[in-house]
């Protein structure tokens, strides 16, 4: 079955796809039912497809959305019972093959452990992981993330700066991990406003395709901290995409990560040359979390005023967002101590400076 978005049939992709299955004579079903961030009710219909027309392996063709749900297919295929049995669990058994064609470079899930899928009776985005969920094969091929529109690049690319940055900032950050991470920062950096001014910058395309999936190595390996625990119940609650979310939070949160990190920081500052030799790691790090704000800025990305967020509403949801946040186990990860307190901070000084 191949899994897919109905932008993704609409312009060609699965098309290219589904031509190389056609001229080796093997069958296929299509379903393109995947929504941005998908949910147990898309995974359920997806599930009824593959059963019904007796597919036996799974490609998808899409952005992390329809990875995500080939992945959670996956699983309900050789695994019982529903997608939200597993919140909390690790998957046991292994899914039929998995073939992961990524049409963004952003959430590397063509190399994770993971599946993020929305409980839609709890509200909450579920991370689910098993070792299982690692796709067979994934053919990571930047021409086809070249129709994707600046905001799409944007976000996603800035989804994959979050996990870099968060997997060389983490408790578990380990010596292999920082690899991927440190050239991932590098490379996105540099390639992410080029490609994001100039969508057919075939090379700007390119390096951002490999950082995503560096990164995605990257945060398997190690994990991700506060900002995608923080990210996570805005998509769930506010329907805004997981990129953007991540973005909305990025610089407020690596403010707080800090002072827990600052060699760290500072690491990652003289990667990307946003410090001058001579500089303190407190001052190196803080240049970090600068040069981050700007390319923000530069790639335009949303505040929760301007993509349209009620602002009662989205306070009224803290009390909510901070416990699912804190539930989910990504905050703990961060190297300084996080409090619920500092978690409702920070979601309330996404607002400031605006109504
Ligand atoms: N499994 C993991 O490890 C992992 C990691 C991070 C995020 N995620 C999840 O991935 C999902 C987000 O995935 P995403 O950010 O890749 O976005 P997406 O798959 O939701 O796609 C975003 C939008 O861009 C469009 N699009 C995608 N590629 C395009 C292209 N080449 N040309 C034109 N349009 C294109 C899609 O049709 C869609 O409308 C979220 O649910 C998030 O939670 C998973
Ligand atoms: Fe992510």
Redesign the pocket.
């Known amino acids: 079955m191949v899994v897919t978005?109905?932008?993704?049939a609409q312009?060609g992709?699965t098309g290219r796809v589904t031509r190389l299955l056609d001229e080796i004579g093997t069958q296929y079903a299509v379903y393109d039912g995947?929504t941005?961030?998908?949910t147990d009710r898309i995974v359920l219909a997806g599930k009824k497809v593959y059963l019904e027309n007796q597919c036996d392996f799974l490609i998808a063709v899409?952005?992390?959305?329809?990875?995500?749900t080939m992945?959670a297919v996956g699983t309900l295929i050789t695994n019982p019972g529903e997608i939200t049995d597993y919140f909390g669990k690790i998957i046991p058994n292994p899914l039929p093959p998995t073939f992961a064609v990524?049409?963004?470079a952003?959430?590397?899930?063509e190399a994770?452990q993971?599946?993020?899928i929305t409980d839609t009776k709890r509200d909450i985005?579920m991370l689910l992981k098993g070792g299982g969920?690692i796709p067979s094969a994934a053919i990571v091929d930047y021409s086809?993330?070249?129709?994707?529109?600046p905001f799409?690049t944007a976000?996603?690319g800035l989804?994959a700066l979050c996990?870099a940055v968060e997997a060389y900032t983490s408790r578990k950050a380990q010596p292999l991990s920082d690899l991927f991470a440190l050239d991932a920062v590098k490379k996105i950096v540099s390639s992410l406003p080029r490609a994001f001014a100039d969508g057919s910058d075939q090379k700007a395309r390119e390096s951002m395709s490999l950082a995503a999936l560096e990164a995605?190595i990257a945060?398997?390996n190690s994990s991700v901290t506060i900002i995608?625990g923080m990210s996570?119940p805005i998509?769930a609650l506010f329907h805004v995409?997981?990129?953007l979310s991540n973005a909305m939070l990025l610089p407020n949160c690596l403010e707080f990560a800090l002072p827990g990190a600052q060699k760290r920081f500072a690491d990652l500052s003289e990667a990307i040359g946003a410090c001058k030799p001579g500089d303190s790691q407190e001052e190196a790090g803080k240049a970090f979390v600068r040069a981050i704000r700007q390319l923000c800025r530069k790639l335009k990305v949303d505040t929760p005023v301007s993509f349209g967020i009620d602002k009662r509403k989205f306070f009224d949801s803290i009390e909510k967002m901070t416990k699912d946040a804190l539930t989910s186990g990504s905050p703990a990860n961060t190297m300084r101590k996080v409090s619920a307190d500092d978690i409702e901070a920070i979601y309330e000084s996404l607002w400031n400076g605006g109504e």
């Open positions: 978005d109905p932008t993704m312009i992709s995947v941005s961030e998908p899409g952005g992390g959305s329809s990875i995500d992945k990524p049409t963004t952003g959430t590397g899930s994770t993971f599946t993020i985005k969920l086809f993330t070249q129709t994707a529109p799409v976000a996603t989804d996990h995605g945060f398997n995608h996570r998509g995409p997981h990129g």
